[in-house]
Nanobody, 125 residues
């Protein structure tokens, strides 16, 4: 069993930065990829970014491209999301997820097998 734990959320002002972390615990961790999703109140969960575990290929949602950077530390089984130039519309619960295989579309949350509990990010205007 794999457990994912997020940290780093908080309350910031528009234009500020935050860095989220996701730590993986449990059995030998060898995901195909890991991703970040977010869910704002009253909205569906949406894809934010993904990084493949072996070769570090990244994908981003259009509205975070150029502002957010996903990265990883394989040795520590950790993934990060550096969020710059935050906007009020970035306010959401951010969750990390792990994908076991290349199957499934990376933007779909159904493609991911393991999920963290989420961390709240609130951006005030």
């Amino acid at each position: 069993q794999v457990q994912l734990v997020e940290s780093g959320g908080g309350l910031v002002q528009a234009g500020d930065s935050l860095r989220l972390s996701c730590a993986a615990f449990g059995r030998t961790f060898r995901p195909y990829a890991m991703g970040w999703f977010r869910q704002a109140p009253g909205k569906d969960r949406e894809f934010v970014a993904q990084i493949t575990w072996t070769d570090g290929i990244t994908y981003y949602a259009d509205d975070v491209k150029g502002r957010f950077t996903i990265s990883k530390d394989n040795a520590k089984n950790k993934m990060f999301l550096q969020m710059n130039a935050l906007k009020p519309e970035d306010t959401a619960v951010y969750s990390c997820a792990a994908k076991d295989s290349s199957g499934g579309f990376y933007r779909e949350d159904s493609a991911y097998s393991y999920w963290g509990q989420g961390t709240q990010v609130t951006v005030s205007s």
